[in-house]
């Protein structure tokens, strides 16, 4: 069983920074994909980017694109995502989600989620 846990969440202000880390209890070497959704009050949950785990090559939401950027460290198990220029509209709850298929559609392993508010 794998288990992921995020923290870095917290309160900033538009146009500040953070930097989230979701930590793999397991090793994750046959993760597919590891990924970053989010979720604000009242919206569906929403694809914010992914990072192949063997190759890391990244993918991100438009949305996002040229914000954020997903790193990861292999021998640490562990993913980032590093989020720029924060609009209160990126306010929502961060959850990481891991995979061993080659699609992050339907992750089969998720986090508790962070929460990450942005003020105006």
């Known amino acids: 069983q794998v288990q992921l846990v995020e923290s870095g969440g917290g309160l900033v202000q538009a146009g500040g920074s953070l930097r989230l880390s979701c930590a793999a209890s397991?090793?994750?070497?046959?993760?597919?994909?590891m990924a970053w959704f989010r979720q604000a009050p009242g919206k569906e949950r929403e694809f914010v980017g992914a990072v192949r785990w063997s190759t890391g090559n990244t993918y991100y939401a438009d949305s996002v694109k040229g914000r954020f950027t997903i790193s990861r460290d292999y021998a640490k198990n562990t993913m980032y995502l590093q989020m720029n220029t924060l609009k209160p509209e990126d306010t929502a709850v961060f959850h990481c989600a891991a995979t061993r298929r080659p699609t992050w559609s339907e992750p089969e392993y998720w986090g508790q989620g962070t929460q990450v508010t942005v003020s105006s």
């Open positions: 397991a090793r994750t070497f046959s993760m597919y994909f």
